[in-house]
């Protein structure tokens, strides 16, 4: 097998056409779902510039009020559904099969028509904006009574599509996760066991086990819900004797499993670019590989720290605030092996490694504040404030987008065999890192002082660190034109980039760029662990398939 990258360049080079065609090629679909995905991320940062627009000032002069509680319930919605979630699955479609040595996924037909499912419903979840009634306003949780009102009278209003788009996500997303499943545990090549799969698959795998267990909750709710809104039940609404408490329990009974489906993929991309950036292995993997097991089971038992203050019980607030700080526990393991691992390591500061240490920097600065939130009084004490928004986002923008930038500049040779742009690609992290820190770091201080969220206006006492949040906040939608315009001209017309150009371990890097249509000539057969640097994971000798 060569890896010469132009010798296969008629074999890799996928025609453009295929990209909107219903193709089972698992790498093409991975390109699907990351540039859709990526063009939902688009429209939701403009969405979100409009909310700080309207911020901008304390009194409502931009945005009337309807229209600011669209804004940020489909910002919040499209941010997790049509972003984070559809990118992540389209990273990992394009990359277990290569890093577990498989011809492709499990399902490949199944794989075509779960992404099939992610760009209707996204589109039918922006159409909701041009019905009378407007897009839905209960926010991107859609607690009851807020949801199951329906002033209009209309069957079809803004709430009733958000449900049906949310439900269809929802399907696209256990069709994945069993793919996801299946193929990690019975694809695995020859000699790859459990403990020599890469990190990036641990995590994927720990992932799509929590979506498989916890997502037909939600999806069994939102049915329920949207029951309550057209048909006139009476599961949530409290005015006819309904319980919009059991809605918040099957709500997050998922929802905050769902914070780790997104979470551990990111992890697991750190893990991967670390040890390649530091020239060294990566330290205590098989308890870091552990570990993601271990954030999994955990993060299964501290949905209601959502609801403390929603009535619970005391000695249930006593039991999930404990919970709720036990996954600093595994989670700090992982700090640990990537502090470890740079250690005394020979740093290679290209664009990938900075946005993984940028994002486990401010990673460390949301688990902080995650655990503070954890503690019952300190929880009750800032309920329904900016500090909630403030943690919430340096998960989900500042570690989780940060890493799937450093992720789509870490593979972006391997996928389209071209080099981008280390100069563009240094200022697109400045930006992003200044940006994102600027917009939610004062969101900490407002909530502290008493802000409320989901207000258009406010108290002229919190504007100082409103315009800071806001300034901020456009940096960051400025900071996407040099990270657009980079991976388009150099896909375009960037240098040829060799087969591994990071000096990585792991199957990927073995073979040319971009992969061929069955990614191995030869299925590999596997000796050594992962992260092996000086030797080579592949055993000289090949299994003919």
């Not at 020599?196 to 709710?221: E, H, K, N, Y």
Request: aromatic share 16%.
């Amino acid at each position: 097998m060569t890896n010469n990258p132009i010798a296969n360049a008629s074999d890799t080079q996928t025609r453009w056409q295929s990209y909107f065609s219903f193709n089972t090629n698992h790498k093409v679909i991975g390109i699907q779902y990351i540039v859709t995905s990526f063009f939902f991320f688009l429209i939701a940062g403009l969405l979100a510039m409009l909310i700080r627009a309207e911020l901008l000032t304390p009194e409502l002069n931009l945005l009337g009020r309807n229209l600011y509680n669209s804004l940020f319930t489909m910002h919040g919605t499209m941010m997790i559904f049509l972003w984070i979630i559809p990118c992540l699955v389209g990273l990992s479609n394009y990359l277990i099969p290569l890093m577990i040595g498989a011809r492709d996924m499990a399902f490949p037909l199944l794989n075509a028509i779960s992404f099939w499912i992610f760009p209707p419903a996204g589109m039918l979840l922006l159409s909701s904006f041009l019905l009378p009634s407007g897009a839905a306003q209960s926010g991107w949780w859609s607690y009851p009574p807020l949801s199951v009102q329906n002033p209009s009278g209309q069957l079809i209003n803004g709430q009733f599509i958000w449900i049906i788009s949310v439900v269809l996500l929802g399907i696209s997303s256990i069709m994945g996760a069993v793919n996801f499943v299946t193929t990690i545990v019975w694809m695995r090549s020859p000699g790859m066991t459990f403990f020599r799969m890469p990190l990036f698959v641990w995590t994927v795998l720990s992932a799509q086990l929590l979506q498989l267990l916890f997502l037909p909750a939600l999806t069994g709710g939102l049915i329920l819900l949207c029951l309550d809104l057209t048909l006139g039940t009476n599961f949530f609404n409290p005015f006819k004797q309904g319980s919009p408490i059991l809605y918040q329990h099957m709500f997050w009974f998922y929802s905050h499993p769902t914070v780790y489906v997104w979470a551990l993929p990111a992890f697991g991309i750190f893990s991967e670019i670390i040890p390649a950036f530091s020239r060294n292995p990566l330290f205590g993997y098989r308890t870091v590989a552990l570990a993601s097991f271990g954030i999994a089971i955990v993060s299964s038992l501290v949905w209601a720290h959502h609801m403390f203050a929603s009535g619970t019980p005391a000695w249930m607030r006593i039991f999930f605030m404990m919970t709720s700080m036990l996954v600093a526990v595994p989670t700090g393991i992982k700090v640990l092996a990537w502090t470890a691992t740079v250690w005394k390591g020979k740093l290679h500061l290209e664009t990938p490694m900075l946005f993984a240490l940028g994002g486990v920097v401010m990673f460390l600065f949301g688990g902080i504040t995650g655990v503070m939130l954890g503690a019952v009084p300190f929880d009750l004490h800032v309920n329904n404030t900016y500090f909630i928004v403030g943690h919430f986002h340096y998960l989900v923008f500042n570690t989780i987008t940060i890493a799937i930038y450093g992720a789509i500049y870490f593979w972006f040779p391997k996928i389209t065999g071209k080099m981008y742009a280390e100069g563009w690609g240094k200022v697109h992290f400045w930006l992003t890192f200044i940006g994102a820190n600027l917009t939610f770091f004062p969101m900490h201080p407002l909530g502290l002082q008493g802000m409320v969220r989901r207000v258009a206006s406010y108290n002229s006492q919190y504007v100082g660190w409103n315009i800071v949040s806001s300034l901020g906040a456009f940096l960051l939608g400025v900071s996407t034109l040099p990270f657009i315009v980079n991976v388009v001209a150099s896909w375009l017309q960037g240098r040829n980039a060799p087969a591994n150009p990071w000096y990585a371990t792991g199957l990927e890097w073995t073979v040319p760029s971009p992969p061929p249509s069955d990614n191995f000539e030869e299925i590999p057969v596997v000796t050594r662990p992962p992260y092996d640097y000086g030797n080579s994971s592949i055993s000289a000798n090949t299994v003919q398939e």
